[in-house]
């Protein structure tokens, strides 16, 4: 048990994470508490500047309905009727750490902290346990689930959050317990997901990984419905004929989960030939794709719109983009290419919401060029570098040229500079907010972008302008003569460019 003397003082402002790792190694108890305080996994909205960002049409749509917390006039003692609260989650964290990982602990639970932030919910407290492994009934284990329970009832949360997915099992087994809700770090992030979806695409994708995520933990008989109970039951006797109701109600729901289902996934199969058809298209006029990926909230939306203009959102949440934005620019010496906005990753990604928006990581796998973008202010780059890249590596896409940008750059001092260019040489420092870089990643994809390589020798009648036009477009010309007989043209582009321009082709 702690004392009072165990636990943080809780004074205004104080960061809440920070207070749940400041003494743990020296604890005897092998667990820490914290406070309330803003998750250091979101930046500070001073530090953004949204001069460079486009309009921010969406940002207004998402911000149009917000709850406020504190403005209840709801009587407390309601006992005639049926009394439900509309209100912000109030919640306490736990996690789990074994000896050695205690820098990792802390990474995990301060982004667990942001989740909850983005979710909607307040952060009051936490647990964080040094064990060897999680206690396989309770997850914290017998004695440390009541003194949670302590917790809980002390400060008036309502929900609980692991910083792990729990087995159907755990998490059944501390809501008896603790007597309140009882999530992992998934749901939060299905959650999020779900909050932010706009496009069809996006909604379909996230309702079929919450799908998959709820089918293995529904729950209906519970302790008021009866079960089935086949052969000699205990000392009842009860075989044939004690099928009961909790049974068939949770076998009914299964069977329309899975219709369900199926029904989405022909669904986000119905998206793809439209996708195909402009992908296809871009392939046929040669223009190379970009696409940016990278941790979420690293900001890939902000250096998109720093580059393009596009007017993404951009928003100081984690998974504020879900849907892929692509836009289209070019180089300096005119070359078009299409750069596109991707979903971030984040560390334990759901592998429900990786096989769900596999379709929109296809932009990924198919660019000629990766962006990877790293938040350079993150206190473990390290651990955002290798995320991204296992993910990358499950699309297919790890043989693609990447570019890695360690973004933030303003809020990076030199010390820490030198570190991260230890972890990435022939990376680039930028920042989407003070335009730090942002020519020399542009001249970094020049150089990455495939370059046309036939040359062409080409007298071009007066009269098709159009030639001219098409490889400005998508060649790159050299040297343009007008003579008497046309306009005499060499120029670099691809094959199949090539062969179209063929007839025109200088004798020699």
């Known amino acids: 048990m702690t004392t009072p003397s165990d636990t943080p003082d809780r004074t205004e402002g104080d960061d809440a994470v920070t207070r749940v790792l400041k003494n743990a190694e020296s604890r ?14 979101l930046g500070s909205d001073s530090d953004r500047d949204s001069g460079h960002d486009g309009d921010q049409f969406d940002r207004e749509d998402r911000q149009a309905l917000r709850r406020v917390g504190g403005l209840s006039t709801e009587l407390e003692d309601v006992t005639e009727v049926e009394y439900r609260q509309l209100r912000i989650e109030n919640v306490v964290l736990i996690g789990i750490y074994s000896q050695g990982s205690l820098q990792d602990a802390e990474n995990s639970i301060r982004e667990l902290a942001a989740l909850a932030e983005t979710a909607g919910a307040v952060v009051l407290d936490g647990m964080l346990q040094r064990r060897p492994n ?92 009866s079960r089935q109970a086949g052969g000699q039951v205990g000392g009842t006797g009860a075989g044939m004929g004690s099928r009961g109701p909790g049974e068939t109600k ?80 070019q180089t300096d010496d005119g070359r078009l290419y299409t750069i596109s906005d991707t979903v971030g990753f984040v560390r334990n990604l759901p592998h429900q919401l990786v096989e769900a928006f596999r379709s929109t990581l296809e932009e990924v796998a198919e660019a000629d060029v990766i962006v990877h973008v790293v938040d350079g202010s993150h206190p473990d780059p390290a651990a955002q570098l290798m995320t991204v890249r296992n993910v990358i590596g499950d699309v297919g896409a790890r043989d693609i040229p990447e570019l890695v940008v360690f973004n933030k750059s303003d809020l990076v001092d030199e010390d820490d500079r030198l570190l991260l260019r230890g972890l990435e040489p022939r990376a680039i420092f930028a920042s989407a907010r003070t335009g730090e870089g942002i020519d020399e990643i542009l001249a970094a994809l020049s150089d990455l972008l495939p370059s046309p390589t036939v040359q062409l020798d080409l007298l071009v009648p007066y009269d098709r302008g159009d030639v001219i036009s098409m490889l400005h477009r998508r060649g790159q010309v050299e040297h343009l003569d007008y003579l008497e007989e046309g306009t005499h043209v060499r120029a670099l582009a691809s094959e199949e460019l090539a062969a179209q321009v063929a007839e025109f082709a200088r004798p020699v």
Do not use: C
């Open 28 to 41: 005897a108890s092998g667990y820490s508490l914290f406070g309330a305080g803003q998750a250091d996994a």
């Open 134 to 225: 999680p206690d396989p009934s309770t997850y914290l284990g017998k004695g440390k689930a009541e003194e949670l329970r302590g917790i809980v009832a002390s400060l008036g949360a309502d929900t609980v959050i692991a910083d792990t997915e729990l087995a159907p099992s755990q998490r059944r087994a501390l809501e008896d317990v603790v007597k309140v809700k009882v999530i992992d770090r998934t749901a939060v992030i299905l959650d999020i997901f779900s909050q932010h979806a706009k496009s069809r695409e996006g909604k379909a994708q996230v309702e079929l990984a919450q799908l998959e995520y709820l089918l293995p933990r529904l729950r209906g008989w519970g302790e008021s419905m």
């Open 250 to 329: 949770i076998e009914l729901d299964r069977r329309r989960i899975h219709t369900r289902m199926s029904k989405l996934r022909k669904q986000i199969k119905g998206f793809t030939p439209a996708r195909e058809a402009k992908r296809a298209n871009r392939h046929r006029f040669d223009v190379p794709s970009v696409a940016i990926a990278g941790y979420t909230n690293a900001g890939k939306s902000s250096l998109l719109n720093r580059i393009t203009k596009a007017g993404v959102l951009v928003e100081n949440a984690l998974f504020a983009t879900l849907d892929a934005t692509v836009r289209r620019t």
